[in-house]
């Protein structure tokens, strides 16, 4: 993120609030490589943090106010008490850095009210966790202003609370955890049970590869109870299983943990879940070997399970999938809550232009909206930029 973003927004808070903000933070959207779905069940995850991020110019107030702006959407201030947050008090942009407060004051931190104002590169919509972003780089200037002395896992785990308790989206951690703990020229893998992290090493560059985004514009929005739907379908596969999460069913068990199923729904969930898990395991493994382009099958595989046994793929998604391999990639595969959002695809560097264009005649034969294109860069995570 250049230095002229944060001058921007710092300008922005100044006009809105008549000073010059006691700081400017920002946090990155992220792409998952592998595991989906599977953070809510213990499993484990691969995101990367974008270049793309929220950044958000703060000052600490110490009269109970809260004042909320952000640069990308029209409308007033949002100005709010912090002893009067409530979930449900607000249904748009705001609740995610209300509800960040709301949860801090709840665990005990005294947050006396904080002036806020944001922008964000990040696409909406895109399943680059544009939300995630906005909740973690909240966390962050909260913590570093009122000097809570929080972690990163700490904030994380917070700031997926302000989602699922305040804004009511059931999500995981693996979106908070990505912003508030990604590492440039690195992936993240997660474990979601004990929020342990190991950062791997994931220089496409030195490869020849690049690794594309390809946002379908088509929206999805994972309050509307389709992703909380498949979360219960996962618990009661669970309970069914006798295990406390999915994580406890070992991908060489699998078979015979479906044959104890009755539920086709619940069965194919849990074939998902089990086998995405797998598959981290697998790309891990490719990527200690220094075999990068073996894991674009992996993708591929994980694209398919997404789409027959989750069942949170589009007609748009899988064109992308379809037809860059159709192209020459090396693997694509829907990332993120579905139904709608983007694919990733793994390409030889030499390839990308050749890929991208079949993806765009694609899409503009089938008469859908142009996608947009970007390669995903490894970056840092949350961080103080002034």
């Not at 390839?351 to 503009?364: N, P």
Request: charged share 20%.
């Amino acid at each position: 993120m250049s230095e002229s973003v944060a001058a921007t927004v710092a300008e922005g808070f100044e006009e809105l609030y008549g000073a010059a903000p006691h700081g400017v933070w920002a946090a990155p959207g992220r792409v998952n490589l592998i595991g989906e779905y599977t953070d809510f069940n213990e499993g484990f995850v691969m995101p990367l943090a974008l270049p793309h991020t929220a950044v958000a110019a703060v000052s600490r107030r110490d009269d109970g106010v809260l004042r909320l702006h952000s640069a990308d959407i029209d409308g007033p201030v949002v100005e709010l008490r912090v002893d009067e947050l409530q979930p449900g008090t607000d249904t748009g942009w705001a609740a995610y850095p209300a509800g960040v407060v709301w949860v801090l004051r709840g665990a005990g931190h005294a947050i006396t009210g904080a002036d806020i104002h944001l922008a964000s590169t990040v696409p909406t919509g895109a399943g680059l966790s544009s939300s995630a972003a906005l909740e973690v780089v909240t966390a962050l200037a909260l913590n570093d202003l009122f000097e809570l002395g929080l972690s990163r896992p700490e904030l994380a785990k917070l700031a997926q609370r302000a989602e699922n308790d305040f804004v009511g989206v059931p999500c995981g951690v693996m979106d908070q955890m990505a912003s508030a703990c990604g590492t440039e020229g690195h992936a993240l893998h997660l474990d979601c049970r004990d929020l342990s992290i190991r950062q791997i090493p994931f220089d496409l560059p030195a490869h020849g590869l690049q690794l594309l985004v390809v946002d379908s514009r088509v929206k999805h929005a994972l309050g509307d109870g389709a992703y909380a739907e498949r979360r219960e379908g996962c618990e009661t596969g669970a309970r069914a299983l006798g295990v406390s999460h999915l994580r406890d069913i070992a991908y060489d068990d699998l078979a015979s943990a479906l044959a104890e199923l009755d539920d086709e729904r619940v069965r194919r969930y849990v074939r998902h879940v089990v086998s995405d898990d797998h598959r981290v395991d697998q790309v891990i493994a490719l990527l200690d070997a220094g075999d990068v382009r073996a894991i674009g099958p992996v993708l591929t595989e994980g694209h398919a399970s997404l789409r027959d046994d989750l069942r949170i793929s589009c007609p748009e998604l899988d064109l992308v999938v379809d037809t860059a391999n159709a192209a020459g990639a090396l693997g694509a595969r829907m990332t993120g809550g579905g139904f709608g959002g983007s694919a990733i695809v793994l390409v030889e560097e030499s390839d990308a232009e050749t890929v991208t264009k079949s993806v765009l005649e694609a899409f503009a034969a089938a008469g859908y909206t142009a996608p947009r294109v970007f390669p995903a860069v490894p970056s840092a995570g949350a961080r103080r930029v002034r």
